[in-house]
């Protein structure tokens, strides 16, 4: 398997404030990156694409001013939340994309870092 | 509309009692479909991936099932264990590589 760590696990912030959320591909490089973000008892909903070395693609709904993902690097990931309001209290899961060869042909496996929880006050 | 719907919402059964979760989608093409188990307060974790021309995949105590034609799969559980607890996520994904996510069902294994 794949192992994917995320930092914070967890982060209590004011309102107002920013929070950088890492996410790093520890074995494996990823070229392409999901962000989710999951709210309790929902499923996990996808906020932006992002590939190494490139502008993030956002979902529809998802301010790109607001939630700034840098994806610098293939084994590194971050996402910021900048003036961080009680509404973006939520679980996010950063989710990158490793591709394997099978003989002549490549294909994608998509993995899951273990989360962040961020609690907005 | 690509959708993925997944029953019962909840579960509750009894330590060593089976188990079946329902998966049914609307997802068109289809590329393959992955069961994930996932944990309170933590990323899923991948039990399955079967594609179009596969109808059956195990892993451990966990078995898929897929009906491609009825647009349906199952994941089967046997002989529970606490730690089963969690919720189990359907997922997917369309020809294109867009993941469609169900909402899951949330098991609860009692002792």
């Known amino acids: 398997g794949a192992v994917v760590s995320q930092h914070p696990s967890w982060v209590i912030c004011k309102s107002g404030t920013s929070v950088k959320i890492e996410c790093r591909s520890l074995d494996f490089q990823a070229t392409t990156m999901f962000w989710y973000r999951q709210f309790p008892k929902q499923s996990l909903m996808l906020m932006a694409t992002?590939?190494?070395?490139?502008?993030?693609?956002?979902e529809q709904g998802v301010e790109k001013d607001k939630f700034l993902i840098n994806h610098a690097s293939l084994t590194l990931s971050t996402l910021t939340v900048t003036s961080a309001h009680p509404e973006d209290s939520s679980f996010y899961i950063c989710?990158?994309?490793?591709?394997?060869?099978?003989?002549?042909?490549?294909?994608?496996?998509?993995?899951f870092g273990p989360g962040t929880r961020l609690t907005v006050l | 509309k690509n959708q993925v719907e997944q029953s019962p919402q909840s579960l509750i059964i009894l330590e060593g009692k089976n188990c079946t979760l329902q998966?049914?989608?609307?997802?068109?093409?289809?590329?393959?479909l992955r069961w994930y188990k996932q944990d309170t307060g933590r990323g899923p974790v991948s039990l399955t991936i079967m594609t179009f021309s596969e109808n059956t995949k195990s892993n451990g105590r966990y078995t898929a099932t897929l009906d491609a034609d009825t647009k349906q799969s199952s994941l089967h559980i046997t002989a529970s264990q606490l730690s089963d607890s969690a919720s189990y996520i359907c997922v997917v994904s369309a020809q294109e590589g867009k993941l469609i996510f169900g909402q899951g069902t949330t098991l609860q294994v009692k002792p």
């Open positions: 992002s590939n190494e070395g490139s502008k993030a693609t956002y």
């Open positions: 998966c049914n989608y609307t997802v068109s093409p289809f590329s393959n």
């Open positions: 989710s990158p994309i490793r591709t394997s060869k099978d003989g002549s042909s490549s294909y994608n496996e998509q993995f």
